[in-house]
């Protein structure tokens, strides 16, 4: 302990003796790291369990169906029409429970009222709520008779209830109309962010109650396609996942053998949350080894030019500190002790990066999620009302995040620091004493 109390006054006393070299050095440390934690958080937002979506690692997706003529002479992409949601989706079996969806925007007004608001609305099933862990401030989710029946009720959050309502207290009975249509509130959510992207939505009707939510496809010859519905799937492991994935394989096989006009093709879906991520759409070009290169690359770039520019300022800071080395050597320090000197005051400055690329860190990704974040949405993703995109305490305090960058910050900053602190020890005494700098 006395030892370390020694190495910090050391540090401190080097610090205030050459301000601009600890400044810069710091300010560096600092850059970095804050870069590659606003990168670390923006993929950690996208691929981690976070409310609603807490069950990711077991949510599995089915959005386009590829219909192909049994010439292989033209083919089209479409999303599931109802028949393929009511024959296909509602009927596998190795599944813990499955829901299907359109996602629309709309306008909402309270009946009488001048005032229109352009809202995301989620057209789903009772299912939905099963998949979804929504907190629900007051009421609660509609469930399997609604939705059979067709009722016009709705699911709102508090935000939306205080713009329809002037509050969000109280508002379930309440009435409001949707387009043209008066739904009744029966449950009231805490808002989400529109970063979740599966789950997002100001309002989540029964897709039952929409008039031609049962049309068919736009092929006679293709049933299963040309709608607008998608499928999420949630299974209760692996062992579930590869049961059912091997369901599909069996009903696409099934009905494509008796298919006269058409086949269809799933695209090796379902899609894991992970690969929906990285995968344009379900049927692109992907590959892994790609992914993972590409992402190297962007990460050696925010590091290692950094890096090689702290190397570079240690060398001169070394250069300079010749001298001084060699007396301590000549009063009989070892060069490990001295090597190691070096080494804590390189860590100190590291830390107090750290903790200034997180203040930062937080402060852009709070004040700038509008922007920084738009990183995770579709580039045809018109967004209305900007304070959707909002950002919580979990999605950007993730501490295995932020120890996983800064110690990879600093295992590359100690290498930067030792090379050429090992190399300005290596002189010998007498030389690094005469050395005039």
């Excluded at 370390?4 to 600092?30: C, H, M, N, P, W």
């Excluded at 393929?84 to 299907?100: K, P």
């Excluded at 009975?173 to 997002?200: C, H, M, N, P, W």
């Amino acid at each position: 302990m006395m030892h370390f109390r020694k190495i910090v006054r050391q540090t401190i006393v080097e610090a205030r003796a050459d301000k601009a070299y600890t400044s810069l050095y710091i300010g560096g440390v600092a850059l970095s790291i804050m870069t590659v934690l606003i990168f670390a958080v923006i993929y950690y937002v996208k691929m981690s369990p976070l409310a609603p979506e807490v069950n990711r690692d077991r949510t599995l997706y089915v959005d386009l169906l590829k219909y192909v003529s049994p010439d292989s002479s033209s083919s089209a992409l479409s999303a599931l029409s109802y028949r393929g949601v009511d024959e296909f989706i509602y009927r596998l079996e190795n599944v813990e429970a499955v829901s299907a969806k359109t996602n629309l925007t709309a306008t909402a007004a309270v009946a009488g009222s001048k005032k229109m608001h352009d809202i995301a609305l989620q057209a789903t099933d009772d299912a939905f709520f099963k998949i979804y862990d929504f907190v629900f401030l007051e009421g609660m989710p509609f469930n399997a008779s609604d939705f059979q029946s067709g009722r016009k009720v709705a699911v709102i959050t508090d935000r939306l209830a205080g713009k329809l309502f002037g509050t969000a207290e109280n508002a379930t009975g309440r009435e409001f109309k949707v387009g043209d249509e008066t739904y009744s509130v029966v449950g009231v959510i805490r808002q989400t962010s529109r970063l979740t992207r599966a789950s997002f939505a100001e309002a989540y009707i029964p897709y039952s109650s929409q008039s031609g939510y049962d049309r068919a496809g736009w092929k006679a010859e293709a049933p299963y396609v040309g709608g607008s519905y998608n499928a999420v799937l949630l299974v209760k492991d692996s062992g579930q996942e590869q049961a059912l994935r091997e369901e599909i394989n069996e009903f696409v096989r099934k009905a494509n053998a008796s298919g006269k006009y058409w086949n269809i093709d799933v695209l090796n879906q379902p899609r894991t949350h992970l690969l929906s991520v990285f995968q344009r759409f379900p049927g692109s070009d992907f590959s892994w080894t790609d992914v993972v290169m590409d992402n190297i690359l962007v990460l050696l770039a925010l590091l290692l030019v950094p890096a090689i520019n702290i190397s570079a300022m240690i060398g001169g800071r070394m250069d300079s500190r010749i001298s001084e080395m060699g007396i301590r050597k000549a009063f009989g320090a070892r060069r490990r002790t001295l090597l190691s000197q070096v080494m804590w005051e390189n860590f100190i400055f590291t830390l107090a990066g750290g903790v200034i690329a997180l203040v930062a860190a937080w402060v852009i990704l709070y004040c700038c999620r509008a922007w920084v974040f738009d990183l995770l949405l579709s580039s045809n993703e018109v967004i209305h009302d900007t304070s959707t995109i909002t950002v919580t305490g979990n999605m950007i305090f993730a501490p295995v995040v932020f120890v996983a960058a800064l110690a990879l910050c600093i295992i590359l900053n100690l290498l930067s620091a030792f090379i050429p602190a090992w190399r300005s020890l290596r002189h010998p005494i007498v030389s690094s004493i005469n050395e005039k700098r």
